[in-house]
């Protein structure tokens, strides 16, 4: 018998969406006439934007013919994306990259879970707390943290964000060495300002610390001066990795696209002190694992950038962020304490009484059907909030917030 990862082991038995799903799935067979609404996971629910659909069939056309067929594709992505994603996602905000500097991919989940390969086992992690799990679930699928211990990893360094700290995370007072960033925040739906983003960079620059920038909901930053790239930072090309995705900006959960920035100035070292370019890595890590994006996908996400695609994504996230202003307002009506949702599509919310997250999350199913995510699937200081997202359609939003506020005993 082979033996087996025994990190694995140290893990809650499923994933924090996985186990939700379980729960929905018991609820709905023991009251299959239950209407339930999902404000759970944060899945979009308005279909792809005509400009994409567009880009998807012609790039389908293109795979029937003999001229224009395409086999393997590059594995970093096809540079007409690459290209279009540089002038249109950075240029802009003045930041400068280079064509191999950007590589796409299939999900910001798959690459947020991947980049640890790259790093030592020996780094301390810092994470934001609560936070997306895969940064922390991927660390301990490796190895680099010790077991679970009252809700906390040994050897994981946690920052909490709560109400007390405006969801600010302070700088860690020990050494660490990979920090997780998710700016807007998910699943609190804070972001954090110019002035902040700085100090974080000139931590890791004084610490020879390596940013892990978690940048997936930038689209739905309202806020003039909140920065969109850690790279608008001076410096950050220096210790920053960035993660983008086109899943929550133009509806690509099922259609699968991202790319991932590694800048060629940002190094790591080996045990004896060489240092390394982690671009280099990063290539060699997804040229042997990685095929490429289908080039239809690539053609597709490429439509997002036209003067009709960037039109019609920006209605689809007005959309959302109006569904964010229905769920906040309507929480605040019943004297409920809500965070984010202005620039972010999550709404944070303090259960009514403190009451425990799971708790929250069975009565929410159990008295008015409505899914949402308890605070503590995201880490201990998730304790006592709850997170519902704007991914819904308007119709369901409304009813939710509908029963909550006429059906929910508080
Ligand atoms: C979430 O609900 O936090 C996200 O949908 C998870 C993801 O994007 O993988």
Known sequence: MASINENYLKLPGSYLFAEIARRVTAFKS???????????????????????????????????QPATFRGYGPEQGYDFLIQTIIDHDFAPRGVTLDIDEVFVSDGSKSDVGNIQEIFGLDNIVAITDPVY?????????????????????????????????????????????????????????????????????????ANDAIILFDAAYESYIQEPDIPHSIYEIDGAKEVAIEFRSFSKTAG??????????????????????????????????????????PYIIQRGAQA???????????????????????????????????????????????????????????????????????GTGFGPSGAGYFRLTAFGSRENTEQAIERIKTKLSL
């Open 133 to 205: 799990p895969v940064y922390l679930d991927s660390n301990v699928m490796a190895g680099r943290t010790g077991t679970l211990n009252n809700g906390r990893f040994e050897k994981i360094v946690y920052m909490p964000c709560n109400a007390e700290n405006q969801f600010i995370p302070e700088l860690p007072k020990e050494k660490v060495d990979m920090i997780y960033l998710c700016v807007p925040n998910n699943p609190t739906g804070t972001t954090l300002s110019k002035a902040e983003l700085t100090k974080w960079v000139e931590f890791a620059k």
């Open 30 to 64: 023991e009251n299959p006439s239950a209407n339930i609404i999902r404000l759970g996971i944060g899945d979009v629910t308005q279909p792809l934007v005509p400009s994409v659909i567009k880009g998807l069939h012609t790039a389908i056309d293109e795979m029937a």
């Open 252 to 293: 690509f959960t099922g259609t699968r696209c991202a790319y991932t920035v590694v800048p060629k100035t940002v190094m790591g070292r080996t045990a004896s002190g060489e240092t390394h370019s982690l671009n280099k890595l990063w290539n060699r890590r997804q040229t042997t694992k990685f095929n490429g994006v």
């Open 304 to 374: 997002v950038y036209t003067p009709e695609g960037q039109q019609q994504i920006k209605e689809v996230i007005k959309y959302y962020m109006a569904n964010a202003k229905i769920i906040r307002e309507g929480l605040q009506s019943i004297g409920l304490q809500v965070f984010g949702g202005v620039n972010a599509p999550y709404i944070w919310l303090k259960t009514p009484n403190n009451m425990d997250s799971w708790d929250f999350f069975d009565k929410l199913l159990t008295e008015v059907n409505i899914v949402g995510t308890p």
